[in-house]
């Protein structure tokens, strides 16, 4: 069925990455959208937007080993005979001691600051408190935080100073569920552990100045109650205008896809988060995203119209991990030319995505973030209706050729031109472009396509209407073990790219093949080496396919969530 999600939804927890996808952990938690609390203003809403740009970091003393940040904990129920919260490496004898000599002495957050800024950051969000229940900061309700271990200093603090000495807003991840404290979800003693998370919040509100953001991350299993509706309203009487997302049980400002990008939405407000290299914490043997997959990330999120939560792991002694350093350096050298013009106060459009590259937008100026050329000539773009182009330019400089014919506008720059990764060119017309209505440099092929799947309860054509509010919602049929969604046309198409984009909802864990048909009775999997639903949205064939039948093949779920699917013709 196809729906507009208004009563529950689904959302993930930040941390299941790389190995630990594959362990069993609790992962699914419900927002009951249906309690309606009070938001941030439409001002402060706006002005959040305009940021675009924040520094999420993952830190606590399992940095010290290297090892995932809470998730990394092998975590039993509290519960007597309670399936486990997580399975993993560490047992909690050895995860929970880390603090006895955790001692960053090598911390400077200033310096950390200055890194973030340089390469456009305006703010910050700093974890708390993790789901393994570690508290990074000065805590009167626990021996369990900073003040126990060998530094005996105040992380949050130092943080949220350094971030406003530098000009930068200060915000929080909290979890709310804690496989470390026992009276977490216990058979007897939960309610002494919401007095606990909220007598946290009420530090973490008060000691820390203004605070621009909050990042909860579940409440977990087990009776909260009304606690949701009692810390929001905390919140909203100490920082109206402070952001909240949807992970803490009800009420959100904007929504998290993790590891993954929404599909093109101007109507509400979202954030992607995404590591840097590919763990949420420090791991010295895990290596940092190539920078052109990185840039991707990022302006693909952008030109969604959605602000980017960009994560560093610090190391054990407090140092930035030089990896993610090194690309932090790369991602400042881009913005000091293009950032504060074409990314700072702008929103996604007036171009939906696609595998050409992006678009911003602001005042009366539009820019191409363009990723990818055709082999010869220009790339043509529809004309924006009652607007008229005035003129272009390279953000970085050099000569661009580019022109306004018919329905059609056209541009072109040399290739020794170009740049190595992306090349942005400013279009200035004559009128405001923001808000006008989106369009798709090339329709997806899927509009042309018959399209059928296993699941005939579905309303398909939400697969193709550019509407991320309508999701396509595709179960497991009795017996079956896959769900299907082909394509199919009168004559063989060219493909090169495709995206499976998702909105508000979505669901992480699963394994998706394309196959095309080889012309007699079977199916020839043509799935790209390596890919995975997550990080990059537009996803590429290792070499252009020419098929008229091609099919999803999604397995390992029950049911699955889609807002948008799309197939396109190589750029050209």
């Given amino acids: 069925m196809c729906v507009k999600r208004m009563i529950l939804s689904v959302v993930l927890m930040a941390g299941a990455v790389l190995a630990a996808d594959d362990n069993f952990e609790i992962q699914e938690f419900k927002v009951d959208k249906s309690i309606k609390l009070p938001t941030a203003s439409k001002a402060a809403q706006e002005a959040w937007k ?101 530094y005996k200093k105040d992380i949050a603090k130092m943080l949220s100073d350094a ?41 973490l509100l008060n000691n820390y100045g203004p605070i621009y953001s909050v990042f909860f991350d579940g409440l977990g299993p087990g009776d909260w109650g009304n606690t949701a509706e009692e810390i929001m309203g905390t919140i909203r009487k100490l920082h109206p205008n402070c952001m909240v997302n949807d992970r803490g049980g009800a009420g959100a400002d904007y929504y998290t896809p993790e590891h993954n990008i929404s599909y093109f939405n101007r109507d509400q407000n979202w954030e992607a988060c995404h590591t840097t290299t590919g763990q949420w914490g420090y791991n010295p043997k895990v290596g940092p995203k190539k920078i052109e997959q990185l840039m991707e990330v990022l302006l693909y999120t952008w030109g969604g119209d959605g602000n980017i939560l960009l994560n560093i792991g610090p190391m054990g002694d407090g140092q930035v991990n030089p990896a993610e350093r090194a690309s932090f350096e790369k991602l400042a050298e881009w913005w000091t030319v293009h950032g504060e013009e074409s990314i700072r106060g702008s929103r996604g459009g007036p171009y939906i995505p696609g595998p050409w590259g992006v678009a911003t937008c602001k005042d009366n100026r ?38 306004q014919a018919l329905e059609k506008i056209s541009v072109n720059v040399p290739k020794a031109g170009r740049g190595k990764i992306l090349t942005t060119i400013e279009l200035t017309f004559d009128k405001p472009v923001y808000p006008v209505k989106p369009l798709q440099r090339v329709p997806s092929l899927t509009k042309t396509a018959t399209l059928t799947c296993s699941d005939t309860t579905s309303d398909i054509e939400a697969l193709r209407d550019q509407n991320v509010h309508t ?40 394994e998706v093949h394309i196959e095309i048909h080889d012309g007699s009775n079977g ?37 699955f969530l889609i807002a948008e699917y799309e197939l396109f013709p190589p750029v050209k």
């Fill in 163 to 203: 971030a406003r000495a530098n000009g930068m807003e200060y915000g929080f991840y909290y979890s709310p569920r804690d496989w470390h404290h026992p009276d977490c979800d216990s058979d007897k003693n939960h309610p002494r552990y919401i007095e606990f998370y909220k007598n946290q919040m009420d530090e």
């Fill in 50 to 150: 305009d940021q675009r740009f924040g520094m999420f970091i993952h830190w606590g003393p399992i940095s010290q080993l290297g090892q995932q940040l809470g998730h990394s904990r092998n975590s039993p129920s509290h519960r007597k005979g309670g399936k486990p919260y997580k399975t993993a490496q560490l047992e909690p004898e050895v995860y929970d001691a880390q603090y006895k000599t955790f001692n960053p002495v090598k911390f400077d957050a200033d310096e950390m600051m200055k890194m973030a800024k340089a390469a456009g950051v305006s703010y910050i969000v700093f974890t708390t408190k993790h789901h393994a229940g570690f508290s990074m900061f000065d805590s009167a309700y626990t021996e369990y935080d900073m003040m126990s271990t060998p």
């Fill in 366 to 403: 539009a820019f191409l973030h363009i990723f990818r050329w055709p082999e010869q000539g220009a790339l043509e773009f529809p004309k924006l209706t009652g607007l008229k182009l005035q003129s272009a330019r390279v953000l970085s400089g050099g000569d661009v050729e580019c022109f």
């Fill in 523 to 559: 199916w020839k999997d043509v799935t790209p080496k390596g890919f995975k639903l997550k990080w990059e949205t537009m996803k590429f064939f290792d070499k252009p396919l020419t098929t008229d039948r091609i099919r999803l093949r999604i397995s390992k779920v029950k049911k």
């Fill in 471 to 510: 999701l396509w919602e595709g179960y497991l049929n009795k017996g079956e073990k896959e769900i299907l969604i082909e394509a199919a046309w009168d004559s063989p198409q060219t493909i090169g790219s495709f995206s499976i984009a998702r909105g508000e909802e979505w669901v992480p864990k699963n």
